[in-house]
């Protein structure tokens, strides 16, 4: 059984465009964080959020924490071809272990 | 330089090989770990450990084992490789003193293919 569940698991859009992804589970968690891994790389972080409810803004992206803190969004206004990647959640329970998402794939065409 | 390095990049084996991924970073992080990625499945922890005297199972430590031989060296073994070991492998670092949503940093990843 998968903790964390992300949708869509893949999406291709025209540059422009907005979209969001979720990252949804059953369990509560102390924190979570969304990375970007794009191909023959390691996923790098690009935001942490601790407080339900939270929102935070990382220039076009927006992330925010769901107030039982057992989901997130990340939403893309102006979808750039630079934004193509796999997206990726991350929850941290009470054991300072990371379990992550299946990911999604995003493909941004010019 | 990076910060995390892995070796070799891409391993090509036969099954019942034993193989042996390594792991260096240079960050001064005392938690290293090993995950291995396969697609659709995302990132699923093999081992973890938080000290060089500490090792512990992830949720799919069978067919692997560790070593952590200094702060900074954290290798993962395959004894007898298996062709369902195929899948591309990553080790990460973090830092205790971050605090509970601590960053993990990855290295390039090792594609290790079983035949």
């Known amino acids: 059984t998968q903790l964390l569940e992300q949708s869509p698991q893949f999406l291709s859009i025209q540059e422009g465009e907005n979209l969001t992804v979720y990252c949804n589970s059953s369990s509560v968690f102390s924190s979570l964080q969304w990375y970007r891994q794009e191909p023959g790389e390691g996923p790098v972080l690009l935001v942490t959020?601790?407080?339900?409810?939270e929102v935070k803004k990382l220039k076009r992206l927006t992330f925010q924490f769901g107030d039982a803190r057992k989901d997130s969004s990340l939403h893309i206004t102006a979808a750039q071809p630079g934004d193509t990647g796999l997206y990726l959640c991350?929850?941290?329970?009470?054991?300072?272990?990371?379990?992550f998402g299946k990911g999604t794939l995003l493909t941004v065409n010019p | 330089d990076a910060d995390v390095t892995q070796t070799p990049r891409n391993r090509i084996t036969k099954t019942g090989k034993r193989i042996m991924l390594e792991c260096s970073q240079t960050?001064?992080?005392?938690?290293m770990y090993w995950y291995r990625q396969d697609p659709g499945l995302g990132l699923r922890l093999i081992y973890y450990?938080?000290?060089?005297?500490?090792?512990n199972k992830g949720e799919i430590s069978d067919g692997y084992s560790v070593s952590r031989q200094a702060q900074a060296k954290f290798s993962l073994s395959l004894e007898s490789a298996i062709p369902n070991q195929t899948a591309l492998y990553f080790c990460a670092t973090s830092d205790s003193l971050a605090g509970a949503a601590d960053e993990q940093f990855f290295g390039p990843g090792t594609r290790l293919t079983v035949l």
């Open positions: 991350a929850g941290f329970r009470s054991n300072y272990k990371l379990t």
């Open positions: 960050k001064g992080h005392d938690r």
């Open positions: 450990s938080f000290d060089v005297k500490d090792i």
């Open positions: 959020v601790v407080t339900g409810g």
